[in-house]
């Protein structure tokens, strides 16, 4: 018998880029106070603020504000 025969495969997790991003001393300071106060770590407190202005830019509905009459 082969070596994890009949074990199910994990599916695979989506591919994240790093991504160098230059901060302020104050506004990196900042980040760190809000993200330790959601329990957050910086990195993951980052990328819930660009999903939140990402979905708040699409609207409701997907639609980019300027797509709309």
Request: aromatic share 6%.
């Amino acid at each position: 018998m082969t070596p994890g025969a009949g074990k199910p495969k994990k599916p695979a997790k989506p591919q994240r880029k790093p991504f160098l991003l230059r901060l302020s001393p104050e506004l990196m300071a900042e980040l760190k106070g809000w993200s330790a106060q959601e329990f957050r770590s910086l990195n993951a407190h980052i990328e819930y603020l660009l999903r939140e202005a990402v979905r708040r830019r699409k609207g409701k509905d997907g639609d980019s504000p300027e797509d709309a009459p």
